[in-house]
């Protein structure tokens, strides 16, 4: 399971990677709180046409859970939408992918699991290959400030998902999540008033945004999660940059540039090395609510 776990939550970082030149395209006309108002109650009416029901099948304290966990991804996407208009795009990328770093310091902290010095290993060759992907320069400001409190933000995302997901109780808590993260970007997009897109084909690239991208990929995560421990699942999707590369050199006609070599290869060996040292987190128990 925990293989099949992890060949999942690389399937969800390989659809998460080709929604990038999507993106890029769909913001030129709807803005970032109102493409993602979008995006996300589209994804949650479907998952609850789908089992209208789930929701009330799991416990309070699962529902409790995915709203937390709901509230933490959503500011976090609010962050980095409003932090990549004031930096970068190279730079959003790094500095969000530090949740890599993030991940294992706020388990072992907030769990006191023990992270191996291979995961350590790992952690550091993964940030090398995303700063080589992504920097040409760096320099701290708003943009970036508030890029990193959205990158730690992921990473208790990671943390939570990772201690209180089930596969029993995935399908419903993604849901949940969903709506959450709709309601967080409706209160973010109120001020200006909601845009709603006016082409067929964005309302296409948004519906496999939503669908793909969204429900089905926030489930198989939630599922993933309940079998791989936070470093482990932190490492697998940090080839997020490397599938936007590849996606924007088959789809987008980019060329093959050393970046993408060099930093994708030191993503892939420390995806390998977190792979081949198992499980590392020591069993905890979860405290009593």
Known sequence: MPRLAAAALLGVTAVWGSTFFLIKDLLDRVPAAD??????SMAFVVMLLVAPRAIARISPLARRRSVVAGLV???AQILQTTGLGHTDAS????????YVVATPVIASTAFGLRVPRTVWLAV?????????LSLRGLSIGFGESITLVCAILYAVHIVLLSRWSSAREAYAMAMIQMGVIALVSLVAATPHGLTLPDRAGDWLAISYMAIVAGAVAMLAQTWAQSQLDAARAALLMTMEPVFAAM??????????GWRLVIGGALVLAAMVLAESCGRTETSVPLPVE
Not at 91 to 98: A, E, M, R
């Open 35 to 40: 493409f993602l108002v979008v995006r996300f």
């Open 124 to 132: 550091v060759l993964s940030t090398l290959g995303l700063g080589i």
């Open 91 to 98: 730079v959003s990328g790094f500095i969000t992918g530090l």
């Open 73 to 75: 991804y959503g500011v």
């Open 247 to 256: 996606f924007a050199i088959v789809l987008g006609g980019e060329a093959v």
